[in-house]
């Protein structure tokens, strides 16, 4: 589209317009998507908890995840109700 207040040149927003559309801001394919709105399952935050570093910066509750990889059992029934609690709420 052509601005005629700067002589006809494309508008500075027109010419990143494509680059931000297909760079920054990718799309999530049609087969990933429809799985966004399904519930979670214990397996997935199990698998999520095993891929965070042990030792790494303690999360918002102060806990390392490596404390929940030590004392996953006694802790897996709160920690699964709180992933799903935020997931459905949106709030830790």
Same mark, same amino acid.
């Given at each position: 589209? $052509? =601005?005629?207040? =700067?002589?006809?040149?494309? !508008?500075? &927003? #027109?010419?990143?317009?494509?680059? /931000? &559309? #297909?760079? @920054?801001?990718?799309? @999530? ?6 799985? $966004?709105?399904? #519930?979670?399952? %214990?397996?997935?935050?199990?698998? *999520? ?13 102060? +806990?390392?995840?490596? +404390? +929940?990889?030590? +004392? ?5 029934? *709160? !920690?699964?109700? @709180? ?5 459905? %709420?949106? %709030? /830790?």
């Amino acid at each position: 589209m $052509l =601005n005629r207040t =700067n002589g006809g040149s494309p !508008l500075r &927003s #027109e010419l990143y317009e494509g680059y /931000l &559309s #297909e760079s @920054i801001c990718p799309k @999530i394919p049609i087969t990933e998507a429809v799985n $966004l709105g399904k #519930e979670i399952s %214990v397996d997935e935050v199990y698998k *999520a908890l095993h891929q965070m570093k042990p030792w790494k910066a303690p999360g918002v509750d102060g +806990f390392h995840a490596g +404390f +929940f990889h030590q +004392f996953l059992g006694t802790t897996k029934d *709160a !920690l699964f109700e @709180i992933v799903t609690n935020a997931f459905e %709420v949106g %709030v /830790l």
